[in-house]
């Protein structure tokens, strides 16, 4: 966005928007308190097209893109102290460390949901310590005067709407996950306290990343810093503790920040198998998808599946890609989730709501969600025209496959082939 100080409000206004978002989501989530998130409630309000259509963009693209993302991240700073800063790591390299980390999340989630738990636990303290640390560092930067990035913090501002937008993508990228209580709604004791979890949690986290980020600005050059940003391996955060601490950040900050996009992988392929699985038992997606090991009792065949779609991912589409393409769909369905909020005002004015937004939190989130969902457009047409296609593709699928509108013939060979790759992966794992 070209300057300091848009780039902070880029941070702050992401956070907030991310904020009205989740408040409104509790709105949904204790009015219709079962699991399954913006899957539950599409069907419930709009029925089974646009339910299906986000459960086919999530399964194809939103959750493998996003475990392409972090993998992406964590394989760029785990190649970072074995190759010179000035001689980085080949992008194969990169990419083949992002496979291996996917594939091991992925076994360790069909092997163990205690183990991936305990993994997620490990690193979430971890990340914690080492966000800590680059916020001390910038602290430092500043009490030894390093303030002149902060001086005419608005110069060279871009306010291009596609860069506007994409910047916003990168943000929002960061908050992912703010909606995932959604997702286990039904599971929850009191879900009345999803309110109060959002509202300690989503500004925590702003603040957060708003200290990390000054601690950037405070410590490197602009210049510095916008050259990073566009080089495909640039492992900030390693740049910012070395110029303060040497050499000595070549081997921990790599490693921590690491095992903080690791967690983050982790996180994704295992809320994003259960969707899976629960789309695929209730008929919307092949019901292969939905099996599930009878002694492990783990998500096999869905955990597999997404694993290969984000190796897909990694191996066709940059890093830039990756990120516009989740941001692209994201924000078309939390869009869509505010005007559910709006309808169900009017359709449903005496539904039990347990909580109650301001009618302005969906309007709020509606109107910056049809910006972030056109600004693209505006700058590079061609790859948000292939997350559309993508979306579009869907709606023949569900005509052929979900509603059979076809001909018994066509529909009875759907059956059986259906039938026979249940049959086929029930002879290799002991799946049910």
Request: charged share 10%; glycine share 8%.
């Amino acid at each position: 966005v070209g300057s300091v100080g848009m780039a902070l409000l880029v941070w702050v206004a992401a956070g907030l928007v991310v904020l009205l978002a989740s408040l409104s989501y509790c709105e949904l989530g204790t009015a219709f308190p079962q699991s399954g998130g913006e899957y539950t409630y599409l069907r419930r309000v709009f029925g089974g097209l646009p339910a299906f259509l986000y459960t086919y963009t999530s399964t194809l693209v939103t959750r493998p893109v996003t475990a392409g993302i972090t993998t992406s991240t964590f394989a760029r700073y785990v190649a970072r102290p074995i190759f010179d800063k000035d001689c980085a790591a080949p992008e194969s390299t990169e990419k083949m460390i992002a496979i291996g980390a996917l594939i091991f999340l992925t076994g360790i989630g069909c092997i163990s949901v205690k183990w991936m738990s305990r993994v997620q636990e490990i690193l979430f303290f971890m990340k914690l310590g080492t966000v800590g640390f680059i916020i001390i560092v910038g602290f430092v930067a500043l009490g030894q005067g390093r303030t002149s990035n902060f001086q005419n913090g608005f110069n060279n501002t871009v306010l291009h709407p596609g860069t506007l937008g994409f910047a916003f993508y990168d943000s929002f990228w960061a908050y992912d996950g703010w909606n995932n209580l959604n997702y286990v709604t039904g599971e929850m004791k009191n879900p009345l306290q999803m309110p109060l979890a959002i509202k300690i949690a989503i500004p925590l986290v702003l603040v957060v990343y708003l200290l990390t980020n000054i601690a950037y600005f405070s410590v490197l050059p602009v210049r510095t810093l916008i050259g990073l940003g566009e080089k495909h391996n640039a492992a900030i955060a390693v740049d910012v503790v070395q110029a303060m601490i040497g050499d000595s950040a070549l081997v921990i900050i790599p490693l921590l920040v690491a095992a903080s996009c690791f967690g983050a992988a982790n996180g994704t392929l295992f809320t994003g198998a259960r969707v899976v699985m629960e789309s695929a038992q209730k008929g919307d997606l092949p019901p292969v998808l939905g099996l599930v090991h009878q002694k492990l009792v783990t998500p096999v065949v869905s955990m597999a599946f997404q694993a290969i779609l984000a190796i897909f991912f990694l191996l066709v589409a940059d890093l830039n890609d990756l990120i516009l393409f989740f941001g692209n769909m994201a924000w078309l369905f939390f869009g869509l989730s505010m005007v559910m909020i709006l309808v169900l005002r009017v359709r449903e004015p005496n539904l039990k709501r347990p909580y109650k937004v301001t009618t302005a939190f969906p309007v709020i989130v509606l109107l910056a969600s049809i910006f972030f969902v056109v600004a693209p457009f505006l700058q590079n047409p061609w790859r948000p025209s292939i997350a559309v296609g993508i979306l579009l593709s869907g709606v023949p699928v569900y005509a052929i496959f979900v509603a059979r509108m076809c001909s018994p013939k066509i529909s009875n060979q759907i059956s059986r082939l259906s039938n026979l790759s249940v049959r086929m992966v029930k002879s290799v794992l002991d799946v049910n």
